[in-house]
C-alpha cells in the first residue's frame, strides 16, 4: 500500500480524528524499518528519532542482541505455558532485584507501563490493610482505571468518572503539601521521579526520599513509576537514584523490552509483597512473563551494562541539554525553560501552539520529536541512550533553525 492508502485505512477503522491532526501536521509518513536511532519511511526517507517510543528505546532500534535473544526463544517456546517454570523469567527477576534500589526483591510481570502501575495500587492495598493514596498533579500513570485515577490531570479523568475512590493529589515537588495529605489510612505515595507527561518536571534535590520518609512515618508505601525514567534514562537505572531514595513498590516497563517486546513489572520488598505471598493468584496475567519478553529484558540490561549506557545516558544528555539552553538563551521568546535528567529533556516553550508548530517543523527537516501529553507546550527529547554527540551536534543545528522560524512567526503576531 502506498502512504495515502494506509492513512485511509487508519481514518475508516482505527481513529479518523486523531489521523486527521496528523495529516494536518504533515505527518503523512509510513514507517517501514528502523535501525539504532533512525527510522526510515516506505519511501526511503530517514528520520533521526528524538522522541525513541515515548522513552521505550532506550538501547536503540532493532539492536542485535535484543534480536537475537528473542529470536532465540521464538523458535523454542514463546510464550509460557503458566504451569511450569520458565528461565527467562527467572533471570529476568534476579537481575531486576539486584540492579534495583534497596530492598526491591519480587517481580510480577505484565506488559505494559499501566498494567504495572495497576500492580503496584493492589499490592500496596494488599500489604498495608489501606484504601487511601496519594498522589501528584500533573502527574501521568496511565489510563485504566486504578493508573488513572493516580493521574492528576482532569482532561483525561473527567469523562470516566466516577474513578476509585480514596485519592488526594497534590502539588508536584510540594512536600509541606505531601506530608499534610498523609495520614494512617493512606495505603502509598505514588510519585514519578521526574514527571515525564507533566511536562519533564525535575523536582528538587531530596524529593523523594523526602516522600520516602513522609510515608514510612505514617505506616504508608512509597510507589516509585519508573514506567518513562527507569532503564537508564536518566543517566541511573533508576530515577529515585538521584536522591538515594528506596521505595517499597517500582513500576518499571517502557523500555525493560529493549523496543522489541511489551513488557512491565511490578518489583516490591518483601514487606510490600506479603499479601502475594500469602495469596498468589491474586493477581494474575496470561500474557505476563512470556519467555521472549523476558528473554529481552535480560538482553537489554546486560547491553546496557556492556554498552555503558548509564555514563553515555548522563553525559550525553548533559552535552544535549547544554546545547538546547544556548539555543535558549538566543530565543527567550520561543523557549522559557529546558528541564532533564539524563537523556529525558523538555523544552518548555512560551506560547501556546508553539510545540505544535515546532513539532511539524522538526518533522520536517526529518527529526522526530513530540510533545508531552499533559503539557502541549513542552517538546521532549528521549532519544536512544545509543545515540553519538555528532548526531546531536546535527540535531541541534536543525533544532536552532527550526527554533528561529518559531521566533519570526511570534514576532509577526
Known amino acids: 500500500m ?22 494536518f501536521m504533515g505527518l503523512s509518513s509510513v514507517e517501514a524499518r528502523a535501525e539504532g536511532w533512525i527510522i526510515t519511511d516506505t519511501e526511503g526517507t530517514e528520520f533521526i528519532d528524538c522522541l525513541g517510543g515515548f ?45 534495583t534500589p534497596g530492598d526491591l526483591q519480587y517481580n510480577f510481570f505484565c506488559n505494559s507501563g499501566t498494567e504495572a502501575v495497576e500492580g503496584c495500587l493492589k499490592v500496596a492495598r494488599l500489604a498495608t490493610g489501606r484504601k487511601k493514596f496519594v498522589a501528584a498533579h500533573n502527574a501521568f500513570h496511565g489510563k485504566t482505571f486504578g493508573s488513572l485515577t493516580a493521574t492528576g490531570r482532569d482532561m483525561y479523568r473527567d469523562p470516566f468518572k466516577p474513578l476509585l475512590e480514596g485519592f488526594t493529589h497534590v502539588p508536584f515537588n510540594d512536600i509541606t503539601a505531601l506530608e499534610a495529605a498523609v495520614d494512617e489510612e493512606t495505603a502509598a505515595v505514588i510519585l514519578e521521579p ?32 519508573e514506567v518513562q525514567t527507569g532503564i537508564g534514562r536518566t543517566g541511573t537505572w533508576f530515577g529515585v537514584e538521584h536522591d538515594g531514595a528506596k521505595p517499597d513498590l517500582m513500576a518499571v516497563a517502557k523500555a525493560l523490552g529493549g523496543g522489541i517486546m511489551p513488557i512491565g513489572s511490578v518489583i516490591g520488598t518483601e514487606a510490600a509483597w506479603k499479601g502475594l505471598i500469602e495469596a498468589p493468584f491474586l493477581h494474575t496475567s496470561t500474557f505476563g512473563g512470556g519467555q521472549m519478553a523476558c528473554a529481552a529484558g535480560v538482553a537489554t540490561l546486560q547491553v546496557i551494562e556492556e554498552e555503558n549506557l548509564l555514563q553515555r545516558s548522563a553525559e550525553t544528555g548533559a552535552y544535549f541539554k547544554k546545547g538546547i539552553e544556548a539555543i535558549a538563551k538566543e530565543f527567550p521568546q520561543v523557549i522559557k525553560e529546558v528541564r532533564g535528567r539524563g537523556m529525558m ?42 545515540m553519538p554527540k555528532s548526531v546531536v551536534d546535527h540535531v541541534l543545528e536543525v533544532l536552532r533553525s527550526c527554533i528561529k522560524q518559531v521566533a519570526e512567526a511570534i514576532n509577526d503576531l
Not at 535473544?69 to 520458565?86: D, I, Q, T
Request: aromatic share 4%; glycine share 8%.
Open 2 to 23: 502506498n502512504p495515502e492508502e494506509v492513512m485511509q485505512k487508519y481514518e475508516k477503522y482505527i481513529n479518523p480524528s486523531s489521523t486527521r491532526l496528523f495529516r
Open 55 to 99: 522513552g521505550m528505546f532506550a538501547v536503540g532500534h532493532k539492536h542485535p542482541k535484543v534480536v537475537e535473544a528473542v529470536e532465540r526463544e521464538l523458535h523454542n517456546m514463546p510464550m509460557c505455558g503458566k504451569v511450569l517454570f520458565n528461565e527467562p523469567a527467572a533471570k529476568l527477576a534476579e537481575k531486576l532485584a539486584e540492579i
Open 194 to 225: 521526574v514527571q515525564g507527561e507533566g511536562g519533564i518536571n525535575v523536582p528538587a534535590d531530596g524529593y523523594m526520599k523526602q516522600a520516602e520518609e513522609i510515608a514510612h512515618k505514617k505506616g504508608a508505601l512509597l510507589i516509585s513509576d
Open 345 to 386: 529533556i523538555g523544552m518548555d516553550l512560551t506560547k501556546e501552539g508553539a510545540g505544535g508548530m515546532l513539532m511539524a517543523l522538526m518533522i520536517d527537516q526529518h527529526i522526530i520529536v513530540a510533545y508531552t501529553l499533559n503539557n502541549p507546550k513542552v517538546i521532549r527529547i528521549e532519544p536512544p541512550l545509543t
